[in-house]
């Protein structure tokens, strides 16, 4: 794969602000989100780059190499199309990819694109990300308990990939800051 766009690989818990730090680059600095097939339910919230499949057909996508990176996170799939990423990157017309990621899926990322940079988004505490998943009223209690269990596995996930750390706090006195913090990790400034 060329490597004419960057691709930001942005990786942290539910409810942390990726999908707002991301439509931020996408506004401010020419970005765009590759395309992500998934077996979940559509959320208001999404946008036009979710696509929602059954796992039949996910798995099928899976064995006929679609997919970059694949991933299995509270109990649905998601997966990046590879090919929305690939031309994306190449079009010229962006400054790179962005894309939405577990752990795992960096790590796939990472051995297929080495110059991936990975900006782990981190709660500065994480208690505050539970009273925000319940605020946003986009999904379930029970949904949001069983991404609560998953909080600490998946912060210490984080913590063993290689990549840089921005905290993110809940006031939003920090949210410029740490969006600052962000664009200084992508550009390496």
Do not use: H
Request: net charge positive; with cysteine; charged share 25%.
């Amino acid at each position: 794969m060329k490597n004419n766009g960057k691709v930001v690989c942005l990786v942290g818990p539910s409810g942390v602000g990726k999908t707002s730090y991301a439509k931020r680059l996408m506004k401010e600095d020419g970005f765009v989100l590759g395309t992500v097939f998934t077996t979940r339910k559509q959320r208001p919230d999404d946008g036009k780059n979710y696509q929602y499949v059954s796992e039949k057909t996910f798995f099928e996508m899976i064995n006929s190499g679609s997919f970059l990176e694949w991933d299995k996170y509270s109990d649905y799939y998601y997966g990046t199309l590879a090919k929305s990423v690939e031309e994306n990157i190449n079009s010229g017309y962006y400054n790179g990819v962005i894309l939405d990621l577990t752990p795992t899926g960096c790590q796939k990322v990472k051995k297929i694109m080495p110059f991936a940079t990975i900006v782990a988004l981190l709660p500065d505490d994480p208690a505050w990300l539970i009273n925000r998943m319940r605020s946003r009223n986009l999904q379930s209690e029970e949904e949001i308990e069983q991404r609560t269990k998953l909080l600490n596995n998946y912060l210490r996930e984080i913590n063993l990939l290689t990549c840089k750390k921005a905290y993110v706090s809940f006031s939003p006195d920090s949210w410029e800051k740490t969006f600052e913090n962000i664009e200084r990790i992508v550009f390496e400034l």
